[in-house]
């Protein structure tokens, strides 16, 4: 059984490439697999080990802060071919300066208290993610904004009406990451009333149980599982 673990945290990170170079060292060591990015603006990764311990001795590497976002699940098989670690310029690319979540942030809504909050007449509910992602499954009465990649989130805001600033936005993504970049954008653009699903999909589908759940569908995970469904369990897509 593989531990997964799948993470983000927004901070400021120096000396990137010292860090991209232990830390590849000693994967390859733990035989750990899967992706972790390192940019200025922060950690942003899903690795995985064939023991939780190998797992949590790469993460105690990481300067995270109490701002970090982690979820675990399991796997039966290899979830990743490799072990990358790569330095990029975002950990979640949206090629907006004034989109910076270190300084400005949406509010967070935890899993037990969204269903009460998107059941509001006064809510506009938003899935931030692309449309491969959004075919598989949503929230119920979610808009869609129907976009192939993450920075045409801003041709989406761009269009929406005027009046829309003065309402409240519940965003919701697959782990948190996407909507802390896009509320600072929001935010950024006029919209102060900002909220967001904390945690993910992910954290909702692994703390409400299925009977009360709004959720239709599956989630979309970028690893050799594809999809994830109540509990995390693995879908069958």
Not at 41 to 52: A, F, L
Not at 62 to 88: D, G
Not at 195 to 222: A, D, R
Request: hydrophobic share 40%.
């Amino acid at each position: 059984m593989w531990t997964i673990c799948a993470f983000y945290n927004f901070v400021d990170l120096e000396n990137r490439e010292d860090l991209q170079e232990s830390i590849k060292a000693r994967g390859k060591e733990l035989d750990a697999c899967g992706i972790l990015l390192l940019a200025s603006e922060g950690i942003n990764g899903t690795i995985s080990g064939p023991t939780k311990e190998a797992v949590d001795e790469i993460l105690a590497m990481l300067p995270l802060n109490e701002r970090a976002e982690i979820k675990w699940s399991e796997a039966v098989l290899k979830p990743f071919y490799k072990f990358k670690v790569r330095l990029k310029k975002e950990i979640i690319t949206l090629k907006a300066p004034e989109a910076n979540p270190i300084e400005q942030v949406g509010a967070y809504v935890t899993p037990e208290e969204w269903n009460d909050v998107i059941a509001r007449d006064d809510v506009i509910l938003l899935d931030t993610r692309n449309t491969y992602e959004t075919e598989l499954g949503s929230f119920e009465g979610a808009i869609d904004p129907k976009i192939r990649h993450f920075t045409h989130f801003k041709d989406f805001v761009g269009k929406m009406p005027e009046d829309a600033k003065g309402k409240k936005i519940a965003m919701f993504c697959t782990g948190g990451i996407r909507c802390e970049k896009a509320s600072s954008y929001m935010m950024a653009h006029g919209f102060n009333d900002v909220v967001h699903l904390k945690g993910g999909i992910l954290k909702y589908l692994e703390t409400v149980p299925k009977e009360t759940s709004k959720w239709n569908g599956s989630c979309f995970v970028f690893d050799k599982r594809i999809a994830v469904e109540h509990g995390l369990e693995e879908a069958v897509v």
